[in-house]
């Protein structure tokens, strides 16, 4: 039996914001924005290439905005990913290669709430 990620919920103060941000600046497609019960929104998006999707909204989750830190984003490109950001308009760190290995290098990222990113190359996923 496989047991696979889908979706991480992604706690924010202003949901409309980080929509405008995750699909806007970084590039998320958004799949689905809809209240789907009183109070409760559900916005998801994907990241290209990815089976995960994060949710922000309302009534959704338990953490505080801002507390989500270290999930990780997978490139085969660092430097293409990186420039991307930049032409976005996200605030992104230099690049950090913490090891010469494959999967060592690094940069980083935030959300408007505070909450953090890594971006993380990995050449042998290069298509």
């Known amino acids: 039996m496989n047991w ?45 290439g990815s089976a995960c999707s994060i949710i922000v909204g309302t009534g959704v989750g338990a953490g505080e ?4 830190q270290g999930v990780q984003l997978v490139v085969s490109d660092i430097e293409a990913a990186r420039a991307e950001l930049l032409e976005r308009g996200v605030e992104v760190s230099e690049i950090k290669r913490l090891s010469e290995q494959d999967g060592g290098t690094f940069v980083y990222f935030r959300a408007p709430d505070g909450n953090g990113w890594a971006v993380q190359e990995i050449r042998a996923r290069a298509a």
Not at 19 to 35: I, N, P, S, T
């Open 4 to 48: 696979t990620l889908e979706v991480v919920v992604v706690p924010v103060t202003d949901v409309e914001r980080a929509k405008r941000f995750y699909a806007d600046q970084v590039g998320f497609h958004l799949d689905f924005d809809e209240e789907v019960v009183e109070g409760i929104r559900v916005v998801q998006l994907t990241p290209r």
């Open 65 to 68: 905005p801002g507390s989500l």
